[in-house]
């Protein structure tokens, strides 16, 4: 006797018909296959399938919107949520630079701005992750999104990994050296918003990504959400090269170009990978002109998502005298 086909199947089939009959999910779809998946309703052979399938045709914009809508589905959210006003994803770490962006967000939540970051921990080997490195600054990491929200209630800003904000969904990450490839879980993961700020910035490492994150945000409507090009994958400017960044609000995407800061074209790789520095250039004890130009560059377009600069200049200025006027002596925080 020949088994039912599996509730699955449906949603493997549309990515596997072949070149002429495959299509991208429905928004619709996107999200029920991907809520199926994290609550278990999937067998591991389907899950495999589904996600490589998506890797190789590649991910359109419904399809990382209706993901992020599953995900969000299954999430444990406090019952009221806190006020946030910039969600920062930090999912690809870092290896040829300090995360620098850290003291730009720390920044903006000494200045009244309430961020949420969210990220994944060690799943590629050789990189510096944002917990890591949070931790070593003296920020704790939230287990549960109550301990976020109680971490933004005291300093403005709060951050969770991935494995307590939706442990399904790290499972999906960590398959990886299993597959041998990334899948879409990489990507839609930045966009999950837990605290549903209205101000929503994505780092991208493929510039082909920007048009997808972008019209993702315009249907999951998000308010603003900023995509671009970041060191490493990061929402981090790279100083030493001009940045294209694309925002999606009000139903449109505009593109707006932020010059380079520093004169050389290549930024010569961090060999020792000092923690520590974040401390020094920050406490004022060591100077980088690299650090700084990446610390402000970065800072000034969360300032321009936000809506506190009306101009690529006047934001870098407003970053440049917030960076002047930071606490020094603050890191580690006690």
């Known amino acids: 006797m020949s088994k039912p086909i599996h509730p699955f199947a449906k949603y493997v089939a549309i990515l596997g018909r072949g ?7 429905t928004l619709e779809e996107a999200m029920d296959s991907m809520a199926m998946i994290l609550r278990g309703e999937a067998e591991p052979e389907q899950i495999g399938a589904f996600l490589m399938l998506l890797r190789l045709k590649e991910e359109s914009p419904g399809e990382i919107a209706g993901f992020t809508l599953g995900t969000r589905s299954v999430l444990e959210t406090p019952d ?17 630079q300090l995360p620098w962006f850290l003291l730009s967000a720390i920044l903006l939540s000494q200045n009244d701005v309430k ?6 921990g060690e799943h590629t080997p050789g ?22 929200a109680a971490q933004i209630a005291e300093r403005n800003f709060g951050f969770i990994g991935l494995k307590d904000l939706c442990a399904p969904l790290q499972a999906l990450m960590d398959l990886k050296p299993v597959l041998g490839l990334r ?21 991208i490492f493929h510039r082909g990504f920007m048009d997808i994150h972008a019209g993702a945000g315009l249907l999951l409507g998000q308010p603003v959400t900023t995509v671009f090009r970041g060191e490493g994958g990061e929402i981090e400017r790279r100083p030493n090269k ?13 593109t707006e170009n932020w010059p380079q800061l520093l004169a050389e074209g290549h930024a010569v790789a961090d060999l020792e990978m000092d923690l520590g520095a974040l401390i020094s250039v920050w406490n004022g004890d060591a100077t ?16 321009r998502s936000l809506g506190k600069a009306d101009s690529v200049d006047a934001a870098q200025a407003l970053a440049q005298e917030m960076w002047n006027k930071r606490d020094k002596g603050l890191l580690p925080l006690k």
């Open 19 to 25: 070149k002429t009959k495959q299509r991208h999910l």
């Open 80 to 96: 009221t949520l806190p006020a946030v006003d910039l969600d920062w994803s930090s999912y690809a770490g870092k290896r040829r």
């Open 115 to 120: 961020v949420m970051m969210h990220g994944s």
């Open 127 to 148: 990189r510096i992750y944002t917990d890591t490195a949070l931790e070593f600054l003296g920020y704790p990491v939230a287990r549960s999104l109550d301990e976020a």
């Open 183 to 203: 899948s879409p879980v990489n990507s839609f993961s930045r966009m999950l918003n837990p605290f549903n700020a209205p101000v929503m910035m994505q780092g």
């Open 242 to 254: 001009p940045t294209l960044a694309g925002t999606a609000a009000n139903d449109e995407v505009t």
């Open 288 to 303: 980088s002109e690299y650090a700084e130009a990446s610390v402000t560059g970065t800072l000034a377009i969360a300032l």
